[in-house]
């Protein structure tokens, strides 16, 4: 007898989207996939939670069948220039030594390091490395170059396409200030690697790769990903319901879109409650959509709630100011509008939120909120 498996919920929140679950971006994705096999070193700038790693991960995935081997660091996980080599070793090891070494002449790839990393296999047997803190701060810089300059030496070697991929790159300058310029010194001669560059930080990573005094101005193309535009996004939501055998209807997308506005993780997010709440055979009503949109809140009570009760009262002015719409909040109008404080105030008050990732200054200079959700909880609960 065969058994019937219930359909499993077609949206994707809360990390990397693959798959059907990746959402449009199809232009970006080509544009992506033509700059690696070119060679060319790009720098990939969005805010958090607007698909960039899902982008970037897309693109790599479709190139790795065609043998594209990656070396990948995500910066967020290395507070130190020491867990900075052990990720890049660890990656090196994995993704492009062992796909074109023997065993044996593995050794030799980390056989040129200033400092021999500890090398142990963990319960699941995975190579894990390790580098002790150096007597001489100069042998940890000394070993970090010569990890970078690897890929491409094995790229050569073997005739490889290589990418070597930074997720989160703007936290390089908090590992050390000077690291960028060590880095560019070794990148500007692989000519034959394509250097990936993503970041979530708009005004850091443009001053990284747009100031004249930066090590790494103008060495990399510029892609700046935004939100994914309702009427590109709205076929997608509409396929992933009918192919559960459930429906979506066009007031029911039009809401749905109206709240999140195009922002990738919010609207997978609205969309798998969405799902939820509909039985299989039946197509979404705008109470239902109202229904997830509660449901969403709700989970995201507790994070909202202690925002706003870290607040200083003139940054619960600004965020009630644009959650009822985004604005400059700099200009006299906005402010009496919103009866914010005077200019200065609004900056003192303005500068944390940014720091957070709560509010986000627009390409035209207005400023708004950063997530869709927090909008909707100041406007149900704290206005």
């Given at each position: 007898?065969?058994?019937?498996?219930?359909?499993?919920?077609?949206?994707?929140?809360?990390?990397?989207?693959?798959?059907?679950?990746?959402?449009?971006?199809?232009?970006?994705?080509?544009?992506?996939?033509?700059?690696?096999?070119?060679?060319?070193?790009?720098?990939?700038?969005?805010?958090?939670?607007?698909?960039?790693?899902?982008?970037?991960?897309?693109?790599?995935?479709?190139?790795?069948?065609?043998?594209?081997?990656?070396?990948?660091?995500?910066?967020?996980?290395?507070?130190?220039?020491?867990?900075?080599?052990?990720?890049?070793?660890?990656?090196?090891?994995?993704?492009?030594?062992?796909?074109?070494?023997?065993?044996?002449?593995?050794?030799?790839?980390?056989?040129?390091?200033?400092?021999?990393?500890?090398?142990?296999?963990?319960?699941?047997?995975?190579?894990?490395?390790?580098?002790?803190?150096?007597?001489?701060?100069?042998?940890?810089?000394?070993?970090?170059?010569?990890?970078?300059?690897?890929?491409?030496?094995?790229?050569?070697?073997?005739?490889?396409?290589?990418?070597?991929?930074?997720?989160?790159?703007?936290?390089?300058?908090?590992l050390d200030p000077h690291l960028p310029g060590l880095m560019r010194s070794v990148f500007q001669w692989q000519r034959d690697v394509s250097h990936v560059y993503a970041g979530s930080?708009?005004?850091?990573?443009?001053?990284?790769?747009?100031?004249?005094?930066?090590?790494?101005y103008r060495s990399a193309k510029t892609m700046e990903i935004g939100a994914i535009d309702p009427s590109v996004f709205a076929p997608f939501l509409r396929s992933q319901f009918d192919?559960?055998?459930?429906?979506?209807?066009?007031?029911?997308?039009?809401?749905?879109?109206?709240?999140?506005?195009?922002?990738?993780?919010?609207?997978?997010?609205?969309?798998?409650?969405?799902?939820?709440?509909?039985?299989?055979?039946?197509?979404?009503?705008?109470?239902?959509?109202?229904?997830?949109?509660r449901a969403v809140l709700r989970a995201e009570n507790a994070r909202f709630t202690l925002v706003w009760d870290s607040a200083t009262p003139p940054q619960k002015l600004l965020l009630?100011?644009?959650?009822?719409?985004?604005?400059?909040?700099?200009?006299?109008?906005?402010?009496?509008?919103?009866?914010?404080?005077?200019?200065?105030?609004?900056?003192?008050?303005?500068?944390?939120?940014?720091?957070?990732?709560?509010?986000?200054?627009?390409?035209?200079?207005?400023?708004?909120?950063?997530?869709?959700?927090?909008?909707?909880?100041?406007?149900?609960?704290?206005?």
């Open positions: 007898m065969t058994v019937a498996h219930p359909l499993r919920n077609p949206f994707t929140y809360g990390e990397a989207v693959a798959d059907d679950a990746f959402a449009d971006r199809a232009r970006e994705l080509g544009e992506l996939e033509a700059d690696m096999r070119n060679g060319q070193n790009v720098v990939v700038i969005a805010p958090r939670r607007y698909g960039k790693s899902s982008l970037v991960r897309a693109a790599l995935s479709r190139q790795t069948g065609e043998g594209l081997l990656v070396v990948e660091v995500d910066l967020i996980t290395t507070p130190t220039k020491e867990r900075f080599a052990a990720k890049l070793a660890k990656s090196i090891h994995d993704d492009l030594a062992t796909p074109v070494f023997r065993a044996r002449e593995r050794a030799r790839v980390f056989s040129s390091l200033r400092i021999t990393p500890s090398m142990t296999v963990d319960t699941d047997g995975r190579m894990t490395f390790g580098f002790s803190a150096a007597r001489d701060p100069g042998d940890i810089d000394a070993t970090i170059e010569r990890l970078l300059e690897l890929p491409a030496e094995i790229a050569a070697e073997k005739r490889k396409r290589v990418v070597v991929y930074f997720d989160e790159f703007q936290e390089v300058t908090r930080k708009r005004e850091l990573m443009h001053r990284l790769f747009n100031d004249r005094n930066e090590p790494f192919r559960t055998d459930r429906g979506i209807g066009d007031a029911s997308l039009d809401r749905l879109l109206a709240v999140t506005r195009g922002h990738p993780h919010a609207t997978q997010q609205l969309a798998y409650a969405l799902w939820e709440e509909v039985p299989e055979g039946f197509t979404a009503s705008e109470g239902d959509v109202e229904a997830a949109l009630q100011a644009f959650a009822r719409e985004a604005g400059r909040p700099f200009t006299n109008a906005y402010r009496i509008a919103h009866e914010l404080p005077p200019s200065s105030g609004v900056q003192r008050a303005l500068r944390p939120l940014i720091a957070q990732e709560l509010v986000r200054k627009e390409q035209d200079g207005s400023y708004d909120l950063a997530e869709p959700f927090l909008r909707e909880w100041v406007v149900a609960f704290a206005t």
